[in-house]
């Protein structure tokens, strides 16, 4: 026990003197988790709660275009930017072009002649089949209608125009429903307006809908952009001890310090328990110091607070078969590596691979179905799944085993090949 902990001493020196290493290890992790998190939770707000700049071209002078406009600004979605009626479209693309707003709506001249026309159309209809007009006009299917221009910037994802171009349907509906509403009462009641308290009833009366989070603990569990990168960069931290830890035994095994081993009473499977204890540890601390970062930095700042999960032993353990697969994985890259820049470069770049396969870059379920059974070869990947499990879904330690599975298989894979590599190098 005096020899191990003398060997994890002299370990824990060496590495505060890597005055890089720990940088890597510690401040680069930081500043990935605050700065991404910002980003993302600005972009899940302008899903959520922002409101979207909309410049509104409307050359309609009747009530329908006065209604859409109402019906804009009520919405909820968009800050609706009005642009003089007879501005040329050309002038509102090139205010697209310079970002003041990403977004658009021409509504055409006649918009309040179509959705009056298909209004009564449609109440005709509605009524024929009823039998209470013999009307026999067929030609509402048949009518064409200018329809309204969404104009939009090239930077808008898809999924997003997707989102906009919903919700501004919803709102054409509400204004189209709002009309054919008031004819139907109107023929039914000799002509009598509808009151104004009847139409709101028949058109807000929609189910509402209630969502519930599917969570392990049957708890509320708040999906943000901390919950999602707190732990995501947490393992990409872990896994970059591969910088510091890989180039210690590339420098030992340089040095000869394996090969004095040799001749002491000491066993080399001594000093390489005693690494990975002490970088363990360091994964340990680093976790403590982004979670830390996470729950009370990110609240300062305008970010969500990390909630921890409820099962505070199964994380603990999550985090140290987190940390020690990653002490693995380091030591076989530092027993096959000749050289420091060889560890750095090949560690640096696996890390990035694995990380970008694995979920960390791009959600693993937006990922292409070919990429998904390859993603299962990423340590990364089912370290994420575990801290998911626990941080996302409010899962225990039974609901997590069968993630941590892989993960102990990986750490003795990558431990028996850094063994045989030694071994086939006269080292041990």
């Not at 309040?112 to 009307?135: F, G, R, Y």
């Not at 109107?186 to 969502?211: H, K």
Request: charged share 15%; aromatic share 8%.
């Amino acid at each position: 026990m005096y020899k191990l902990w003398a060997t994890i001493i002299k370990d824990w020196r060496i590495l505060i003197r890597d005055k890089v290493g720990l940088t890597l290890m510690f401040v680069m992790p930081i500043v990935l988790a605050v700065v991404i998190t910002t980003v993302q939770n600005s972009t899940f707000e302008l899903v959520n709660d922002k409101k979207v700049p909309l410049l509104l071209l409307n050359k309609d002078q009747g009530v329908a275009g006065e209604e859409l406009e109402n019906t804009l600004n009520k919405g909820g979605m968009f800050i609706v930017k009005k642009v003089a009626s007879t501005t040329n479209t050309e002038v509102l693309r090139q205010k697209i072009q310079n970002k003041e707003a990403l977004i658009g709506l021409i509504v055409p001249e006649q918009y309040t002649t179509d959705v009056l026309t298909k209004s009564e159309d449609i109440a005709a209809q509605a009524l024929q089949v009823i039998a209470i007009t013999n009307s026999e006009d067929t030609s509402a299917s048949q009518r064409s209608h200018t329809p309204v221009t969404l104009l939009y910037h090239p930077i808008l994802q898809p999924s997003f125009r997707q989102g906009i171009e919903g919700s501004l349907n919803s709102l054409l509906q509400i204004v189209q429903s709002k009309y054919i509403v008031r004819h139907l009462y109107s023929a039914i009641n000799d002509s009598a307006p509808i009151p104004q308290d009847l139409e709101q009833q028949i058109l807000a009366n929609q189910t509402p809908i209630e969502q519930h989070a599917v969570s392990k603990d049957g708890g509320h569990v708040i999906a943000n952009a901390t919950q999602h990168n707190i732990p995501a960069w947490t393992v990409f931290a872990m896994f970059f001890i591969v910088i510091s830890l890989g180039a210690s035994i590339v420098r030992e095994k340089n040095s000869g310090s394996f090969m004095r081993l040799k001749t002491l009473p000491t066993p080399l499977t001594l000093a390489m328990v005693s690494k990975q204890i002490t970088y363990v540890i360091i994964t340990v601390l680093q976790a403590l110091v982004i979670f830390s970062i996470g729950k009370w930095l990110f609240p300062l700042i305008g970010l969500p607070g990390l909630d921890f999960p409820q099962d505070k032993i199964s994380l603990l353990l999550v985090i140290i078969l987190c940390g020690w697969c990653a002490a693995s994985f380091a030591i076989m890259i530092g027993a096959f590596a000749k050289t420091q820049e060889q560890s750095n470069g090949i560690g640096a770049v696996t890390i990035v691979l694995f990380a970008a396969i694995g979920g960390l870059l791009v959600p693993a379920f937006a990922m292409p179905q070919s990429m998904q059974g390859i993603m299962r070869i990423s340590p990364l990947h089912w370290c994420l799944e575990a801290f998911y499990g626990l941080f996302l879904e409010g899962g225990n330690f039974a609901d997590i085993f069968k993630l941590l599975v892989p993960t102990i298989v990986m750490i003795i894979v990558f431990q028996l090949i850094a063994y045989f590599g030694m071994k086939k190098q006269g080292i041990v």
